[in-house]
């Protein structure tokens, strides 16, 4: 795989093609992995699996016209040739008003902050199937525990760089190292399935595969003879590991692209009140060892924390070039690069700022409630906010979690959720989108 410096001459060096057969501006990006895994279940090797991969994508405008191609092959005269394939596409496009690079004034200059994004070890195969096999071994012995389906430990290094015709060219190197199990308890019809998993930058920073598998193992057990819910409006409660899908939600709904295409529950909110007073929102793109921590965005803009709701308050849009051309706006540094065509947008490190009360205090005044741990299915109309998902967890009984819960839906809203949202205390800081305990009231619940 390229190091840094290779992998954005590379990219330059496609930019300088793609000008030479005609493109009055183009952009190129260079991707590299290189990511091994081992699965184990019933303490027996399953699947291990080792790839590596490069890939470079080309976009070309001739005037107000642009193409994007890739390709995997890197000799040089497949390069040759898909810059003039990539100007012959761009000539028969239809014209595209917005389209075109980021605006050279507001380019991210280096120096850029050292973000700590890339392990310089690597696991061998036999150390990730001793932490697999450990993972699953210390689940399976958790009393009530029936079953496995399995147990994972993976690696991967990755390079991007990125390199525009009118004078941006940068990368950087990143890695992840993730761990999970996943189990069964009980027997029958009691049966249930649970799991835990960690992804990090750095190897170090995983949890050990003991605390895996008694998590994973704990959670199977506890979840084990569900029993319906009754319907009815009620308080729900989203634990840690549900309630940034809450988040989620608003931050596909805020991207410019959406807006645009006026396909957004949010289009007329821009710097309305759609939280609580207090309830904030933020991105920090610059967390060191963060999940989605980057220097520079996928246009090459420079990338910034943010609130995103502050003090409840939409503050607006995340935005590439393109969209914000049609909404008469700045880009915000929210451009996102895959494998081919224009840019997306993607969020950082986004995090809901903890609350006051501890969850038991939150929760503390529910005479009937309900605590969920999981959700189901694809039940959101991003267009109208209309919300239903199934879902599987805890009743909460006059303030305290009882029995385990389950086939049952949760509906609502989301502007009326957002602004019923309430944040406990106990943030947890290891995913893309951290959040706290957090409690709707009024929720439509559906049970058996």
């Not at 183009?26 to 279940?41: E, G, H, T």
Request: some cysteine.
């Amino acid at each position: 795989m390229l190091d840094k410096d290779a992998a954005v001459a590379r990219a330059a060096d496609l930019v300088d093609r793609a000008r030479r057969a005609g493109a009055d501006a183009a952009d190129a990006v260079f991707l590299a992995n290189a990511s091994q895994s081992i699965q184990v279940r019933l303490g027996q090797l399953e699947e291990a699996e080792r790839s590596e991969s490069e890939h470079i994508a080309l976009r070309v405008f001739c005037g107000k016209r642009n193409a994007s191609i890739g390709s995997s092959d890197l000799s040089s005269a497949a390069l040759d040739e898909l810059a003039a394939r990539a100007v012959a596409m761009a000539r028969a496009a239809p014209e595209d008003a917005y389209a075109g690079l980021a605006p050279a004034e507001m380019l991210a200059k280096g120096p850029f902050p050292d973000l700590d994004l890339a392990d310089d070890g690597e696991p061998e195969p036999a150390q990730l199937r001793e932490d697999a096999a450990e993972a699953e071994a210390v689940a399976r012995a958790v009393p009530g525990v029936t079953n496995s389906e399995g147990a994972g430990a993976g690696a991967t290094r990755s390079v991007f760089a990125l390199a525009t015709s009118h004078g941006f060219a940068d990368g950087y190197v990143s890695s992840s190292h993730s761990l999970s199990a996943v189990v069964l308890g009980g027997e029958g019809n009691a049966k249930q399935r649970d799991y835990a998993w960690r992804q990090t930058r750095f190897r170090d920073d995983l949890p050990s595969p003991a605390e895996i598998g008694e998590l994973a193992g704990t959670r199977a057990v506890a979840k084990v003879a569900p029993e319906r819910l009754r319907s009815g409006p009620m308080p729900v409660v989203l634990s840690p590991r549900v309630g940034g899908s809450i988040i989620g939600h608003l931050l596909g709904a805020i991207s410019g692209n959406a807006i645009a295409r006026r396909s957004s529950f949010l289009l007329e909110k821009r710097d309305e009140q759609i939280f609580a007073p207090g309830f904030t929102i933020l991105d920090n793109p610059h967390m060191v060892r963060g999940l989605r921590s980057r220097p520079f965005d996928g246009e090459g803009l420079p990338t910034g924390e943010r609130a995103i709701v502050e003090d409840g308050r939409l503050t607006g849009w995340l935005m590439e070039s393109a969209a914000a051309r049609q909404l008469g706006l700045a880009p915000t540094g929210h451009a996102a690069r895959g494998g081919g065509g224009a840019p997306g947008v993607s969020a950082g490190n986004v995090h809901v700022a903890a609350g006051e009360l501890s969850p038991q205090a939150l929760m503390a005044d529910i005479a009937d409630g309900v605590y969920v741990t999981q959700l189901f299915g694809q039940g959101v109309n991003a267009v109208t906010g209309d919300y239903s998902r199934g879902a599987s967890g805890f009743r909460i009984v006059n303030g305290e979690l009882a029995g385990p819960v389950a086939e049952f839906t949760v509906a609502s809203n989301l502007l009326t959720m957002f602004a019923n949202l309430r944040a406990a205390n106990d943030l947890e800081w290891f995913r893309a989108v951290n959040v706290p305990t957090m409690r709707i009231d009024g929720m439509t619940v559906a049970g058996g």
